[in-house]
């Protein structure tokens, strides 16, 4: 006879009891982990998430209160966790994962590994160390009713990285500056914008007509001609926007009629541009004044509104005064941060991007929905956090009981599916032999312009940004062992500037790339080519090149569930500006296309467990099984 | 006011990304009963009380026990020894202070006794471990009065969930796959008129390449119907011959070449789904044939009402067809085209949404109702929604335990037909 603790055995209740866990996150589903965890029986329970509370977390994470807000999420976890189950003994981190503190060794520390995370950066970077430390991992993830669970094990499953992400969506510099064909190109302008002229300026980042422009094509003796239209523009040009804009005591109206009238009247010189595009029609702002009409605001929730042009331009004043007002308080030098859930920094994006959609004839948008675009808003139930969070234990229990072949990986879906089921469990997969991550020696090509990638985008786009490196080493494999970069402050900022081809990188060159702390090496093979496709700085040799936009129809489906995502070039538990829970679907970078790549999602095959599943490949039937349609969405990644 | 609205607006942001501001209605109108505050019941309330339902009652008898503060996270030491319904109330309440939270310390079996009309006053009862005799007296209650009841059981690792309504009625059912309603087949005198106005020969480039699809269509479809004695393409080489034809229409350039013309692309990738056929669904033909909605009387709740004020609509000025659903999606057009034919399907869909209005008049008229008792919004939304209503019903308790044909050991298994509706075991 079996001796049962409560559900349990007696040997894993002993052992849950006794065993180490980390959580790694504790937005939606890390408080319901939490408490699922102490009611189960866990007791030696450590947490990190370096996030503070939210008012907008207040709808699921139920460890939090209002008077919690603007505190470390962990260390309120932590306490309310407590205070239901004081027996339990909870560390709580307010910090990124991705410090050096929490090393290999760090990680050895535990039994299990739980990731509650809300971007792509920090599960890349936790699959790493679970990998070097050899700690099973269980990752996880929920968009709207959607969620899924999965366990990796070195050796033994797909990793994190085994199965290719869609690549994350950029927008060419010139649709962004010059043409931009849709709302979401103006709301990335809009926030640009709002980077230069209150927060930290970057040059990727121009909002100002690009005059190098391609498809402008002009011819030089016209530039003069041009700068005599707009004598303004030319002067604005040799300083920066923020100087600009603070020499005028971040006049709004100055600012609107730079923004809206100047800028766009030199759009309209590069008249190549306007062949085939309509053009834009600048406003004015003088002149919108004088057509007011007072008309009383209309009723329900004014979120969802759309304004007229008018109702755009206050709010743009009111925006510009009250953001300039806090930056003036902050002192010099001061940077604001933009942040969705700020109110005038949303306000100042949603009436920016209004305005502009409108000179460019794009039907204008409510602030609900630039603020979903804006800020790839992920839509989260605690009905969903509280599904995915027990399955997470029972996949923990599974193997605390070292059942490692009966764990899997479980989708739940929006409708039960043509079986009926609302959970759906697939067998987990072994490791992918072309894993750039968990293969032995682990191994990539990629092809750039060693005359124009610097040492500095081969670090920060390259290692960082596209493979998941937090602190690289790169040395040359060039028989004298050249170090390109060094991970010690000061080394080698010097090359930063410099280009591959300085330093000999030619095609066929090998790069040997060092993460010390993810005790993970990866050897990039270079291949050069002067061929690549406008505002494409690389491109990873072996995988699908950006897939086309999913169809039209469903779109706003597509969206609700795509849209979100945390993903910021910062990895960590969760990323300031952004929310908490997890990004199942694709996750790109905050500027992506709401509308793009997500529906195609490359992890989204999935074998039907053995256990009552037969077929693997599933009818698809009418249109109507929406349940079906969308697990291909589904994908965790 | 304003101010409260705002904040609800920002603490519920994620969720109205989910369910909109309807939704959001819903379940701030809702009160929600919960039988039995175990581990499974305060789950499941934690899961309605944080999104904000209006108010939720807890009926339970129970004394806290150390096996419930050890199982449930809203029962603590503390509690042992007090009254369960209380005990769970006070800290469910913690999670939200714009839920009324209650309690009644009492077992359902005793306010069945004394006062099962209690139970009529709320949106859901949801019973948690009950015996089956309760289930069945409560079953009967709740069925009566058309409460919905969801019946919940956990045993360690399983558990099952079960739904019981008379009839469920869902104006606005978010389907996924909706067509759009834009009536190229059977287009109304405004559209025809306003298809008119456009001459796609002597336009300019710009304007033809911000002509709307629609319009693109249907002027297409104009003249493919006078070429082919007025039946429209239908089989796939039919529909690819109607493709090339709008192809031909693209403007060329001084070479000869095809224009860029995003519209027109847009147009002829929308062909099939613009050629479908407008007419009522089955299911909705399903429900104008019901009993419910032939049968108004002054008990006739406003669904069943509007439903039947909509199947006059059809038979009369809608000849055969919904009322127009006003919305169109989003093309490739300059705002100002955009607008323009955005406000002709709105302003027939309001035409449309009147007529039904008169209906639904002189319906409650007849059965002595006063004809505010349904409100225009009401009426707007129900048209909007017509193609998509849908009528949940399940069979009640009584009847099914009754089936003699069902052996009882399956019943007493967990493969009864409770299993129809949801199961997941891993």
């Known amino acids: 006879m079996v001796q049962l603790v409560g559900s349990l055995r007696k040997e894993l209740a002993d052992s849950l009891s006794t065993c180490k866990v980390l959580v790694v996150g504790a937005g939606g589903i890390g408080c319901e982990l939490l408490k699922n965890l102490v009611l189960t029986g866990f007791k030696n329970i450590e947490v990190i998430d370096l996030d503070t509370i939210d008012v907008s977390n207040l709808n699921r994470q139920f460890l939090f209160q209002k008077k919690h807000v603007g505190k470390s999420k962990a260390q309120v976890a932590k306490e309310s966790a407590l205070q239901f189950c004081p027996s339990a003994s909870i560390t709580a981190y307010h910090d990124s994962i991705t410090n050096p503190d929490y090393n290999v060794e760090f990680f050895r520390k535990f039994m299990l590994v739980m990731n509650a995370l809300d971007n792509r950066a920090a599960r890349n970077h936790v699959n790493r160390m679970c990998l070097a430390a050899d700690i099973p991992l269980i990752e996880s993830g929920s968009a709207g009713y959607l969620g899924q669970v999965t366990v990796i094990k070195k050796g033994l499953t797909e990793c994190y990285e085994c199965q290719p992400k869609p690549a994350q969506k950029t927008f060419p510099g010139c649709t962004i500056r010059n043409t931009p064909s849709e709302p979401i190109h103006c709301i990335v302008w809009a926030k640009y914008l709002f980077n230069q002229l209150f927060g930290e300026e970057d040059a990727d980042q121009e909002v100002s007509p690009d005059t190098a422009d391609p498809e402008a094509a002009w011819n030089p003796e016209d530039t003069a001609a041009r700068a005599a239209v707009s004598e303004k523009d030319g002067d604005i040009k040799r300083v920066s926007t923020k100087v600009w804009a603070r020499s005028t005591g971040y006049d709004p109206i100055k600012l609107f009629n730079k923004l809206f009238k100047d800028d766009i009247m030199y759009l309209l010189t590069m008249d190549k541009l306007w062949k085939k595009r309509k053009a834009p029609t600048p406003l004015d702002w003088q002149q919108l004044e004088v057509l007011v009409n007072s008309e009383a605001p209309a009723s329900g929730l004014k979120d969802q509104k759309v304004l007229d042009v008018w109702g755009y331009c206050q709010m743009f004043q009111d925006s510009v005064e009250t953001l300039s007002s806090q930056l003036q308080e902050k002192g010099d030098d001061a940077e604001l941060v933009w942040d969705k859930d700020d109110p005038p920094a949303m306000d100042f994006v949603t009436a920016a991007a209004n305005l502009r959609m409108h000179v460019f004839s794009m039907n204008m948008k409510s602030r609900f929905d630039v603020k979903s675009m804006a800020g790839n808003i992920i839509p989260a139930i605690a009905t969903t956090n509280a599904v995915i969070a027990g399955l997470i234990v029972l996949e923990g229990l599974k193997i605390l009981s070292g059942e490692m072949e009966t764990c899997r990986t479980v989708f739940l879906n929006k409708c039960p599916n043509l079986r009926k089921k609302l959970l759906v469990p697939c067998v987990l997969d072994p490791p992918s032999a072309n894993c750039y991550v968990c293969v032995s020696k682990p191994e990539v090509t990629v092809k750039l312009n060693v005359q124009k990638t610097t040492v500095l985008s081969l670090q920060d786009r390259i290692l960082k940004e596209r493979f998941g490196m937090v602190a690289p080493d790169v040395q040359i494999e060039d028989g004298k062992g050249t170090i390109l970069i060094s991970s010690e402050e000061g080394e080698t900022e010097a090359n930063n500037n410099k280009f591959l081809s300085d330093f000999g990188i030619r095609n066929g060159s090998r790069l040997q790339s060092d993460d010390f702390l993810q005790d993970y090496t990866l050897l990039v093979n270079v291949l050069h080519t002067e061929e690549l496709e406008r505002d494409v700085e690389f491109e990873v040799i072996g995988e699908a090149p950006d897939k086309a936009p999913p169809p039209q129809s469903n779109q706003e489906e597509v969206n609700s569930i795509t849209n979100g995502n945390k993903d910021s070039a910062q990895p960590s538990t969760s990323s300031k500006a952004e929310d908490d829970d997890l990004m199942i679907v694709d996750s790109d970078e905050e500027e992506v296309a709401a509308s793009n790549s997500a529906a195609v999602a490359t992890g989204t095959k999935r074998k039907y467990s053995e256990t009552g599943e037969s077929s693997a490949k599933r009818p698809r039937t009418d249109q109507s099984d929406a349940a079906d349609d969308e697990d291909d969405i589904v994908a965790l990644d | ?426």
């Open chain 2, 1 to 426: 006011m304003a101010a409260t609205k705002d904040s609800k607006e920002q603490k519920y942001d994620r969720q109205l990304r989910l369910w909109g501001d309807h939704g959001q209605e819903a379940l701030e109108n809702a009160h929600v009963c919960l039988i039995n505050a175990t581990a499974t019941g305060t789950e499941i309330l934690k899961n309605l009380v944080l999104p904000g339902i209006g108010a939720f009652t807890i009926v339970d008898g129970h004394i806290v026990s150390g096996e419930d503060a050890g199982n449930n996270f809203f029962l603590s030491s503390d509690s042992i020894g007090k009254n369960r319904a209380q005990a769970a109330t006070e800290l469910l309440q913690e999670l939200n202070s714009d839920v009324s939270g209650n309690f009644v310390e009492e077992s359902p079996d005793k306010l069945l006794d004394n006062d099962p009309e209690f139970f009529h006053r709320f949106t859901i009862v949801i019973g948690v471990q009950l015996p089956e005799s309760t289930c069945l007296r409560l079953g009967m209650v709740l069925w009566s009065a058309s409460v919905p009841f969801l019946i919940c059981k956990a045993y360690g690792l399983i558990g099952y969930m079960r739904l019981m309504v008379q009839e469920h009625t869902v104006i606005e059912s978010h389907p996924d796959n909706a067509l759009e309603d834009l009536r190229l087949d059977r287009p109304f005198d405004e559209f025809k008129s306003h298809i008119k106005s456009y001459n796609l020969s002597i336009m300019d480039k710009k304007d033809h390449s911000h002509t709307p699809w629609v319009i693109i269509v249907a002027k297409y479809l104009e003249r493919w119907l006078s070429e082919h004695d007025g039946q429209p393409p239908k089989n796939y080489k039919e529909k690819e011959a109607f493709r090339q034809i709008i192809r031909e229409g693209i403007l060329k350039n001084e070479n000869g070449g095809l224009e860029d013309e995003e519209n027109f692309e847009e147009a002829i990738k929308n062909v099939n789904t613009a050629l479908n056929p407008t007419k009522v669904p089955t299911s909705v033909e399903d429900l104008f044939n019901s009993e419910q909605c032939n049968n108004i009387t002054a008990q006739s709740s406003s669904f069943w009402v509007m439903l039947r004020a909509v199947k006059e609509f059809v038979y009369n000025e809608g000849s055969g067809s919904l009322p127009v659903r006003g919305s169109i999606p989003d093309m490739i057009a300059d705002s100002q085209k955009f607008i323009n034919l955005q406000n002709v399907y709105r302003e027939k869909a309001m035409q449309d949404a009147a007529a039904v209005s008169k209906h639904v008049e002189s319906l409650l008229q007849s059965v002595g109702k006063p004809p505010e008792s349904i409100s225009e919004k009401d009426i707007k939304l129900f048209c909007k929604n017509s193609s998509f209503l849908r009528v949940v019903r399940c069979r009640s308790l009584a009847e099914e335990y009754s089936v003699d044909s069902i052996n009882k050991d399956e019943i007493s298994g967990l493969d009864c037909c409770c299993f129809r509706f949801f199961s997941y075991l891993i």
